[in-house]
């Protein structure tokens, strides 16, 4: 399989962080996330938001979306769980982390510790996506409340979509000690055998 | 079941059409979407975001996230493909719907037609959502291009939660004449048998 990669994309992470935990060898292509200048001749047939992560099966048929990706390859592996319920469950997770986590924790760290121009992302900007990530994070922690994973009582794909970002949230300036029970899942998570690193 | 619902919002209509098309019964529970002060009261409990749509089910254990409920429902009906690729695509077109899609189409139709206070779209944030907005529409036209659905050969849940809002995104001022794939589209879904309305 081939990714398109990028090493510091959080959404890149999640699949790179599942693909270690199955063993599943695959080769990388890599992409910039600040220069986009030749998104549409690398990823142009391959993905319609001409994003990263696009994984390119083995066959040649190409698959996009981070979380979509997730499924693909968790599912019939112990990250997707049995329960049709649970597995409903699985999924609001991550389209909660697509809508609510990513465009926020995302979007302040790349501004601020990526881009190269952080000045482009305006104060009033910031100070709104600061307060909708805030909340997210409020969300997180009041469901961790007594759990030890977002489904179930084992690491799901959900787990491994939601700490992408949020491990990585103070880079872009959130202050995660708070909270408390979102701080004890990032360790729990970090725990696992067959854990790499977002820089591994 | 109960469905928390909002009438106007399109990612309510998803549920309810997919609901329509399975002859599911269910009763909904009617909650503003402009005056949001008893969400806390009413989806407290049952939804991390506190947003429409919210699935109770029969047995009381609630679900969230639009696309999410489309799955539970759609998995084994002839609205979720049984094939593993064609599965993953589904979802990614569902999370590019989350993504790309929603956060344009459904957020200027929102303020300019049923916020009752359009002035708080200022001009810059409208003219940057339409312009994310017609990228989105852009992509879909292209992937349209010599398809009748957007996967495999007939309707899936990636249909209906794609046609909820762009098939009302002219409330938003966005114009789909330029389109033509996506208009095609748009009138063989609504020519489905089953098929409701969004004011159905």
Redesign the interface.
Known sequence: MLLYNSPASGNCYKVRLLLAHLDIPYETCEVSVVDRSNRCELLGELN??LRVPTLV?DDG?P???????L??LG?DTRFVPND??E???V??W???E???V??ALAVVRFWVAYSGSPEKLTPERREELTKSGNRALS??E??LDGRDWFVGDAITIADISLYAYTHVAPEGGFALEPYLNVRAWLERLAAEPGHVPIDA
Chains 1, 2 share one sequence.
Request: proline share 6%; net charge negative.
């Open positions: 319609p938001s099966l048929r698959l996009a979306e981070s979380n979509a990706i499924w693909y599912d049709v319920y597995r409903a469950q999924l609001q991550m389209f909660f697509q809508y609510e990513e465009p969300a997180l009041r469901h």
